[in-house]
């Protein structure tokens, strides 16, 4: 993916159409080290830096963020640890890659840098499994944290009674991954929803076009969907450096999708703001 753009990995230059309200959060990005040691099966990126992403949030205007460790690092968070101690606890949270079994004083260490959470990436499995949910759900629930799913829908589906059991919130990537076409009549949907609608769930408006590489606006009738059911459950992040996209895309651009999904001011402020805040904790 070439980086010859102004800023690294997003296209176009000019700020979002729509307003950005003060206290807005970018729930979901990565930073990449080229020099940094790869887990195994995890792919490799090119140098992706905090100092970048935050010059993509100066350009639209949204205030705070939150890294996401991926699976390319494995069970090493030390990259994205460091980003999140030089980004700082006013500005920045983090959700990493832990196993069940990880030792107590190490998670309650990451806690105190900003660490709010845990992700699973099951769609590549690496590095937890399938298996890891139910044992992680408890960990994180002792934690006070959240899990964070990157799953298919036939994966969420398998995993509904896992889900509906854990004692702790579920926040679900990238749309969860749910087809463009009858989302509603798909039985992750009705494993999301129940979730969501039991104050137990999260969804993040993000990668729009991880659903359809070709067609990223066509995910449009799916978060309109989302928006009208469960408008306090929805958080937005970009995915920079958008690591799952064949094409560059123009995070303005993808910000703006929001005024096509959540017309309402109202609404966008409780998507990038309120919901975020009380997700993440920031003040």
């Known amino acids: 993916m070439s980086t010859t753009h102004e800023i690294p990995f997003t296209a176009g230059t000019a700020p979002p159409r ?11 990005h990565h930073v990449y080290d080229a020099a ?11 140098d992706a830096s905090l100092a970048d992403h935050s010059r993509v949030l ?3 205007g949204v205030d705070r963020h939150v890294l996401v460790q991926p699976s390319t690092y494995g069970l090493d968070n030390t990259l994205h640890l460091e980003a999140l101690r030089e980004a700082g606890p006013a500005r920045a949270r983090m959700v ?7 030792p107590r004083a190490e998670l309650r260490a ?6 709010v959470g845990a992700r699973a990436n099951l769609v590549q499995g690496i590095p937890l499994s399938i298996e890891d949910v139910a044992p992680l759900g408890r960990t994180m629930a002792e934690m006070g944290w959240h899990l964070q799913l990157y799953a298919t829908p036939a994966i969420i589906a398998g995993l509904g009674p896992v889900l509906r059991a854990l004692p702790c919130p579920v926040v679900f990537d990238h749309f969860a991954q749910l087809p463009l076409a009858g989302w509603d009549a798909d039985p992750a949907w009705g494993v999301v929803m129940e979730l969501m609608q039991a104050g137990r769930g999260w969804m993040k408006l993000s990668s729009p076009y991880a659903l359809d590489q070709a067609r990223p606006e066509a995910v449009g009738d799916l978060a309109r969907a989302l928006v009208n059911a469960v408008p306090e459950r929805l958080v937005w992040g970009t995915n920079w450096p958008h690591p799952n996209a064949t094409a560059i895309p123009d995070d303005a651009a993808l910000l703006d999708r929001l005024a096509d999904w959540a017309p309402e001011d109202g609404v966008r402020h409780r998507i990038l703001v309120d919901n975020a805040a009380r997700l993440y904790g920031f003040g």
């Open 18 to 28: 729509i307003p950005v309200p003060r206290g807005a959060v970018d729930c979901h």
């Open 58 to 60: 100066a350009r639209l």
């Open 36 to 46: 940094a040691p790869i887990a195994k099966g995890g792919r490799p990126h090119a």
């Open 96 to 102: 990493a890659v832990v196993a069940p079994d990880t």
């Open 110 to 115: 990451m806690a105190e840098a900003g660490v």
